[in-house]
């Protein structure tokens, strides 16, 4: 089935400009980009003996922004895919959303030795696709920011007024409070590259909250760890007609 062409308005980092995203568009970003990753490959390959010394670090750094680039373009390929499309809503078990997104990274559950306690879920109405990715980068985010100790994760619901009050608790490394609102903006990183990702999980997890008629924030602490969370309204989103 061909990708449908809905345009997605992402945010520049530090502007008041917007990106005007299409399938298209990402499309036709890919070709050059790798090219460019592939030919600085080659020559940081097959030339390595006949370069000096000022030639490789050059390379080199040129090596380096091109992965960060391609990075950066699947993560704009990421945030296409999670809200690039009409959302579909429709009552579900959240506890069987939360099942999907783990599944998703379980490897990198596996990997980190992670151990993620659930408690009971409830039903919501919601895109199922869209929460499934907003869990998944939550629990991404908690697993990569663990710190040295093997990441401990609690994922629960409570009933507030008229909305579930959904929270992702970790015990990782924590986040200053001057970052708690910056860190929800595409693009951001907060330790430069010492962590993979291409700053846009939290990003995505936004929009998709807020496109339910949520709000998501954060409470934490450097060195205390951090508490994720997000509300879905009980009754259906204004815009889903």
């Known amino acids: 089935m061909a990708q449908t062409s809905n345009p997605v308005r992402a945010a520049v980092p530090g502007t008041n400009c917007y990106l005007r995203l299409t399938h298209d568009s990402l499309h036709n970003l890919a070709a050059p980009l790798n090219q460019i990753r592939v030919m600085t490959e080659l020559i940081a390959k097959?030339?390595?003996?006949t370069l000096d010394a000022d030639t490789k670090k050059l390379v080199g750094l040129l090596l380096d922004s091109s992965v960060r680039l391609q990075n950066l373009f699947e993560g704009l390929q990421s945030?296409?895919?999670?809200?690039?499309?009409p959302p579909s809503y429709q009552m579900v078990q959240a506890d069987?959303?939360?099942t999907e997104a783990l599944s998703a990274i379980q490897g990198l559950i596996?990997?980190?030795?992670?151990?993620?306690?659930?408690?009971?879920?409830?039903?919501i109405y919601c895109d199922p696709q869209r929460i499934t990715c907003a869990f998944r980068a939550l629990l991404d985010n908690s697993i990569k920011f663990a710190g040295?100790?093997?990441?401990r994760i609690r994922v629960s619901a409570t009933a507030r007024d008229d909305a579930w009050l959904f929270s992702v608790e970790d015990g990782g490394i924590g986040i200053d409070p001057r970052h708690h609102e910056r860190l929800f903006s595409a693009f951001q990183r907060f330790h430069a590259y010492a962590y993979p990702g291409a700053g846009v999980g939290l990003a995505i997890t936004r929009q998709i909250v807020e496109e339910h008629g949520g709000r998501i924030w954060v409470e934490s602490q450097?060195?205390?760890g951090a508490t994720f969370f997000f509300t879905l309204p009980w009754s259906r989103p204004a815009a889903d007609g």
């Open 46 to 49: 097959k030339r390595t003996n």
């Open 79 to 85: 945030y296409w895919q999670a809200v690039g499309t």
């Open 96 to 98: 069987a959303i939360l």
């Open 110 to 123: 596996e990997r980190s030795g992670a151990v993620v306690i659930r408690e009971p879920l409830p039903e």
């Open 148 to 151: 040295p100790a093997p990441p």
């Open 222 to 224: 450097i060195d205390a």
